[in-house]
């Protein structure tokens, strides 16, 4: 038998989920340490410019295991850069845990096990920093997984239609994969009514994100 994987984790904590259609509920966060990118609007540079700890696959079943009432996500830093990441979600589906997956969009996503909701970032390359997406995960996306544009500027803005467009992610409802595609702005440098104001008089058919937990508690960083 080989040994069981270890997990290279950030932050582990209970809080409300921030960021999806999901916002709101209960929710256990699993952080893991380490990010491929380096997004100039990045709000979780600790998980990749200090230590994470290891952590094996049974005490992360067990620290969710505390919460039953409560969601799961695994987001990061970039959680699919880490192999052992997806025995833990297979485990946590297994056990009838909802799962969330947070991921920026640049790896792989074929491993994720069925019934994991994928929320995939697309970064705008003028606000991230540089256009990471891999275009063949647009495909593998499913009905209930969520796209997620973050914006900081009407440039993006821009950007991101044309990328709706491009890659015919604004079909009807019913036929779209994934169905809940999110604009989410940088408000430090975006303020949300002036994308709700884009998105009415485009009467586009997307839903503007705001982040929840910095709503509730603006002045934390960690552990929300
Ligand atoms: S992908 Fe996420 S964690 Fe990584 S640099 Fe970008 S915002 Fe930060």
Request: aromatic share 8%.
């Amino acid at each position: 038998m080989g040994s069981e994987p270890e997990l290279s984790v950030s932050e582990l904590f209970l809080s409300l989920q921030g960021e999806s259609t999901y916002a709101g509920l209960p929710c256990v966060f699993i952080r893991l340490g380490g990010c491929n990118l380096r997004c100039r609007y990045c709000d979780a540079r600790y998980t990749y410019e200090e230590a994470a700890t290891a952590r094996s696959l049974a005490y992360l079943l067990d620290f969710a295991g505390r919460y039953p009432e409560a969601i799961v996500e695994i987001t990061g830093g970039e959680p699919l850069l880490q192999p052992g990441v997806i025995p833990l979600m297979a485990e946590l589906i297994r056990g009838g845990r909802t799962v969330l997956l947070e991921t920026n969009g640049s790896l792989d996503i074929a491993p994720v096990p069925a019934g994991v909701v994928t929320i995939m970032d697309v970064k705008c390359p003028q606000g991230a920093g540089a256009d990471s997406t891999r275009r063949e995960n647009l495909t593998r996306l499913r009905p209930q997984d969520e796209l997620k544009f973050v914006l900081a500027s009407r440039a993006d803005y821009e950007w991101s239609c044309r990328f709706l467009a491009e890659h015919r992610l604004l079909a009807p409802l019913a036929d779209r994969r994934p169905r809940t595609i999110l604009f989410s702005p940088v408000t430090s440098h975006l303020p949300a009514a002036r994308l709700a104001a884009w998105l009415i008089a485009d009467r586009l058919p997307v839903r503007l994100q705001l982040q929840l937990h910095k709503v509730i508690w603006p002045e934390s960083e960690r552990g929300v």
